[in-house]
């Protein structure tokens, strides 16, 4: 079975400094790791995926990804933060092998200005 | 046009109502899939369809059906609402590779009152 943890809820940052979003992941097999975004009233849209590839993943709008296998951790990251990132985030974890995806319970991002 | 379309997009229905949730993709791809969102608990798999003979449970399939009419077409329905369905409700679809990201209709918020 695999699971997803993201390590926070909420975070807050200003506007042109980065971000971080944490997440571990438990998976008994090779996975393949998802960030999706969601901003309000809208659908989840890909962010970007590692897929047993490079580990340093770059997806759009800036954010990469780094998958880290001894750390069993996925962290989303941003250098700069735009007003447009306020949004929530969720890390997806499934294996190569299969097609369940299993979410996060989600980050919620909040810009200042 | 959107490449995965649900309709509703709100509803209001009252406990014990029938109602349908219906789906349809044009990305022309065979696996789709019904989940929830509720807050703080990410999104959660209600059922999944690989094709239109083929159709199975998720982790939280009690109290829903789902029919797959066409490969295009996904609905969802809930037999007799009761308010802890009060949710949104995505459908997403995917390709056939193993480990492969789904792509996901703009939701529907569903209230049962």
């Known amino acids: 079975a695999q699971s997803v943890t993201q390590l926070d809820s909420h975070v807050s940052v200003s506007e042109g400094t980065p971000v971080l979003l944490r997440c571990n992941y438990s998976?008994?097999?090779?996975?393949?790791l998802f960030w999706y975004v969601q901003h309000p009233n809208k659908g989840l849209q890909l962010l970007l995926k590692?897929?047993?590839?490079?580990?340093l993943v770059k997806g759009i709008n800036g954010f990469e990804a780094e998958f880290k296998k001894s750390e069993t951790s996925f962290h989303l990251t941003k250098p700069s933060a735009h007003m447009s990132d306020a949004a929530e985030y969720f890390c997806?974890?499934?294996?190569?092998?299969?097609?369940?995806?299993?979410f996060g319970a989600g980050t919620t991002v909040t810009v200042r200005a | 046009d959107a490449d995965v379309t649900q309709t509703p997009r709100n509803r209001i229905t009252k406990t014990g109502k029938r109602i349908m949730l219906e789906c349809s993709q044009t990305?022309?791809?065979?696996?789709m899939y019904w989940y929830r969102q509720d807050p703080g608990l990410g999104l959660r798999l209600i059922y999944y369809?690989?094709?239109?003979?083929?159709?199975n449970k998720g982790e939280i399939s009690d109290g829903y059906s789902v029919s797959r009419q066409a490969q295009a077409k996904f609905s969802l329905s809930l037999e007799s609402a009761i308010p802890n369905q009060t949710a949104l409700y995505f459908c997403?679809?995917?390709?056939?590779?193993?480990?492969?990201?789904?792509?996901f209709g703009q939701g529907t918020r569903l209230t049962v009152v």
């Open positions: 997403a679809t995917s390709d056939n590779r193993v480990g492969t990201e789904a792509f």
């Open positions: 998976s008994s097999y090779s996975p393949s």
């Open positions: 590692y897929t047993s590839a490079a580990t």
């Open positions: 997806v974890v499934t294996r190569l092998d299969d097609y369940k995806l299993s």
């Open positions: 990305k022309g791809h065979d696996r």
């Open positions: 369809s690989f094709d239109v003979k083929d159709i």
